[in-house]
Structures are given as structure tokens and as C-alpha cells.
């Protein structure tokens, strides 16, 4: 079955500053990536999604990238805000089953 | 956007008593739902694929008998944990797909067993 993986687990930044988050599948059948923004106790926020038959998407300070041929996307915040601190999580979708990345917890400082 | 609900949105029981969570399309029909349970600080884990009119389909090592899922209608479907333990408390969480693939969550739903 479909294998995401995260990294980093734990992300940093000064506000202002850009973030990144990686992430790896495994099964080539996926076709559908979103990216979702949890707080704590609350259900996952879509922010961005691609799927497998583009390489790019941007909505304004969020951009994704999807690299078919490697099996990594990425997420990419910039200008980051104190706002965008919470728990970002990749997934992976193949028949509309979400397999979910391990989770980043970004934090932006002011 | 589609709108999911879960209820309850907490839930205490005593260990041995069960617990159902129901989920529902407000507003589209779902032929299949999917319910995630999510450990403190840990990532959602897919537990099953509820199926309208037949059985669900369980992730492997996730126990059939022990989480019991319903689809009885195209807007609901049900969680029954049965005969909860304190390793159960969890966030449970639903979620169901429109047409264009999009997932919509329920707000999910925290079951402590005491």
C-alpha cells in the first residue's frame, strides 16, 4: 500500500522567511496531493492541492511542486506569517483513500 | 465548499461500554466515507472505507469486530467502537469525497475511555 513520508517534523522560521516541506510516496498510482493545516483539536484545512497531471501550483503565499518521475512534493510557504504556525500534513491519494504524511509543526517567530 | 458532520464532538464512557460516531453529507451524497483516527501529536492513520450497502473495507490492523462500521444511507455513515478500553481514546475523525476528489472532514470526534 501507499507510504508518505515527511520531513522535517519540526520546522523553525523568522517571520518573513520562506518554508519548505518535503514529502516522499511510494505508489505510483497516486494520483492527487493535497496539503492540509491542522490546530490542535480542530479537523484538517485543505490549503493546497496538485494533481498528477500538473508539476506546479501557486495560490498566493503557497506553492506546491510535484515531481512524478521521484515521488516527492513539497510545500512551499514564503513571507511566512506568525499565522501560519500549526501542524502542516502532506498526503497521498489513490482512489480517493488519503494516506497522510507524518506531520510538520512549523512555527514562525515574530 | 460540501459540508461534513460528526457527532458527537467529545465523548467520555466507561471502559467495556461502547461508543458510536456518526458521520453525514449535509449536502451531497457519499457513496463512501473514510474514517482516520489521529493519537496526540501523531499523524491520521486510516482505519477503514466505509462502503454504502456493503461491507467496509479495514486497514491492515485494524480490527473488524472491534470498530464497527455502517453505511446504511448515501449521507451516513457510523463508528461503533465496541467494548472500549483507555488505549481507544483518540481523535476520531470522518471524512467523505464530492465529485472532484476534494476530501471534506467532519470535525471529528474525542473519545476518552475512562
Known amino acids: 500500500g501507499e507510504n508518505v513520508e515527511q520531513h522535517p517534523s519540526t520546522l523553525s522560521v523568522q517571520e518573513g522567511d520562506s518554508a519548505v516541506i518535503k514529502c516522499t510516496y511510494s505508489?505510483?498510482?497516486?494520483?492527487?496531493f493535497p496539503w492540509y493545516k491542522q490546530e490542535l483539536g480542530k479537523r484538517p484545512q485543505l490549503i493546497i492541492d496538485?494533481?498528477?497531471?500538473?508539476g506546479e501550483k501557486k495560490d498566493q503565499r503557497i506553492a506546491v511542486t510535484l515531481n512524478k518521475t521521484a515521488k516527492h512534493f513539497s510545500l512551499h510557504i514564503t513571507e511566512t506569517q506568525p499565522e501560519d504556525s500549526a501542524v502542516y500534513f502532506c498526503?497521498?491519494?489513490?482512489?480517493?483513500?488519503?494516506?497522510f504524511g507524518t506531520g510538520t509543526r512549523l512555527q514562525v517567530f515574530p | 465548499g460540501a459540508v461534513v458532520s460528526q457527532h458527537p464532538s467529545w465523548v467520555i464512557c466507561k471502559s467495556g461500554t461502547s461508543v458510536k460516531i456518526e458521520c453525514r453529507s449535509l449536502?451531497?451524497?457519499?457513496?463512501?466515507m473514510f474514517w482516520y483516527r489521529q493519537f496526540p501529536k501523531q499523524s491520521l492513520m486510516l482505519m477503514a472505507t466505509?462502503?454504502?450497502?456493503?461491507?467496509?473495507?479495514?486497514e491492515q490492523g485494524v480490527e473488524k469486530d472491534k470498530f464497527l462500521i455502517n453505511h446504511a444511507s448515501l449521507t451516513l455513515s457510523t463508528l461503533t467502537v465496541t467494548s472500549a478500553h483507555p488505549e481507544d481514546s483518540s481523535f476520531y475523525i470522518c471524512?467523505?469525497?464530492?465529485?472532484?476528489?476534494?476530501?471534506?472532514f467532519g470535525q471529528g470526534t474525542r473519545l476518552t475511555v475512562v
Open positions: 449536502d451531497f451524497q457519499a457513496t463512501t
Open positions: 496538485i494533481r498528477s497531471n500538473v
Open positions: 466505509s462502503n454504502e450497502g456493503s461491507k467496509a473495507t479495514y
Open positions: 471524512s467523505a469525497n464530492d465529485r472532484d476528489t476534494e476530501a471534506f
Open positions: 498526503a497521498a491519494s489513490v482512489e480517493d483513500k488519503l494516506i
Open positions: 505508489d505510483s498510482a497516486s494520483n492527487y
